[in-house]
């Protein structure tokens, strides 16, 4: 998808619950399953790895802390959403959201991923999304019967339409009223109230009846009053909503209610039979003709010219010089080891064991440094941490002097 062409992202992906998931028989969704279970060792690929700790050494951070924290298995399913985000956010406009769809299994590491890739200055809510079901007797833990939606915006001035909803009728009953309209007085003063109904606050209470006509039989379907209100906050009629784990459709049948323009992403088969079924039985199928809703299993091509909305993220290398092919992060380490010893280029100091060196860029990457290993040094860890984005090599190598930090010699 084309770089920033998106106006919301709406998504409810896979919350690392450990088992697999398995649709209804006999119902819409049937044959729909997906695996929730994480592996280090089989879901985590080295180019991924590379590009985060090169380009985003505190998402790496992010996902570490969920590994060393939990398990290799939520570190693996962090390390999944990590790269996927680091797209959603490339597709999004300035003025667009995400809300991600979650649950106490891994909301708290999610959240520092999101702040690590969107900036903890773009938190906009943790909405909690309160529902009935019949829950059982569970021993020593109060039922659970809550989901996390982590809100953020791309930038400063994200969309965002106030939603309101009709006062209770307990409380109008309580209030007074003149020409103007209902109020309460306080030390004499009066104070009316919105006529249009009461802000909703975080905590979303909703449920999907098991008897409800919405219901398709997916294993994790949530209801539309959810996706709607969503979709009415942060985006306006006519206006791109992408749901990139799209399942049973519910965020693309809310949209389409809404007069959004749309695209649905899954790995599924049956994701686009079901899609049409849905809007066919919201009445949304009339005045559709073949091929209005296309399915594609190809990616389209872009035509951006391939353009990241953030340059650094995209592989760089010396425009002087041939790229050759691309070395991987353990490539370089090897290679410069090779080529210098264990020897840390900030302070000259040699260490008899090369597992106290890091990999960095002399010229840092958020001053368009190179990703090509003619960028690269290696430096032990408090070289590394004064470095930081602020030095060059050379500029490193000044500060130790002036703090007496050169190995002597």
């Not at 900036?119 to 109060?142: A, D």
């Not at 339409?161 to 109020?183: A, C, F, M, S, V």
């Not at 809703?293 to 951006?304: E, G, I, M």
């Not at 001053?367 to 003619?374: R, Y």
Request: proline content about 6%.
């Amino acid at each position: 998808m084309n770089s920033e062409s998106v106006d919301l992202i709406a998504t409810d992906p896979p919350f690392n619950k450990g088992r697999d998931f398995h649709a209804t028989p006999d119902s819409l969704a049937a044959g729909a399953k997906f695996q929730d279970r994480w592996s280090w060792e089989r879901d985590v690929h080295e180019e991924w790895t590379d590009q985060i700790t090169d380009d985003y050494p505190r998402l790496m951070e992010a996902i570490e802390s969920a590994r060393y924290a939990h398990s290799d298995g939520m570190g693996a399913f962090m390390c999944f959403m990590a790269v996927r985000l680091l797209e959603m956010r490339r597709v999004l406009k300035p003025t667009g959201s995400i809300y991600l769809h979650c649950d106490p299994t891994a909301s708290h590491y999610l959240k520092a991923v999101l702040d690590a890739i969107f900036g903890w200055k773009q938190f906009r809510n943790e909405i909690v999304w309160h529902y009935q079901t019949s829950s059982g007797k569970p021993q020593g833990h109060f039922i659970k019967n809550t989901d996390t939606v982590l809100f953020y915006g791309k930038g400063r001035k994200s969309t965002f339409n106030i939603i309101r909803e009709p006062w209770p009728e307990k409380t109008l009953r309580k209030w007074q009223r003149d020409g103007k309209g209902i109020y309460r007085t306080n030390n004499g003063k009066r104070f009316y109230i919105d006529p249009d109904g009461k802000r909703i606050d975080n905590l979303w209470s909703m449920t999907l009846s098991s008897r409800s006509r919405e219901r398709t039989g997916y294993p994790t379907q949530k209801p539309l009053t959810l996706y709607d209100r969503i979709i009415r906050a942060s985006s306006n009629e006519g206006d791109i909503v992408l749901d990139p784990f799209a399942g049973c459709a519910t965020t693309l049948v809310a949209a389409e209610r809404l007069g959004r323009q749309w695209v649905g992403i899954d790995i599924w088969e049956r994701a686009h039979e079901v899609v049409l079924q849905r809007l066919d039985q919201e009445g949304l199928l009339q005045g559709f003709k073949a091929g209005d809703v296309p399915l594609t299993a190809v990616p389209p091509v872009r035509s951006d010219d391939g353009l990241p909305a953030a340059p650094f993220l995209k592989l760089q290398w010396n425009q002087a010089e041939p790229p050759g092919p691309r070395m991987s992060r353990a490539q370089i380490y090897e290679t410069l080891l090779k080529q210098q010893g264990p020897k840390c280029q900030g302070c000259d100091r040699v260490f008899d064991d090369p597992r106290y060196l890091d990999l960095d860029h002399n010229t840092p990457r958020s001053d368009g440094g190179l990703n090509h290993i003619s960028n690269r040094i290696l430096l032990c860890g408090p070289c590394n941490r004064l470095k930081s984005n602020t030095y060059t090599l050379s500029g490193l190598r000044r500060e130790n002097g002036k703090r007496g930090y050169m190995a002597k010699g």
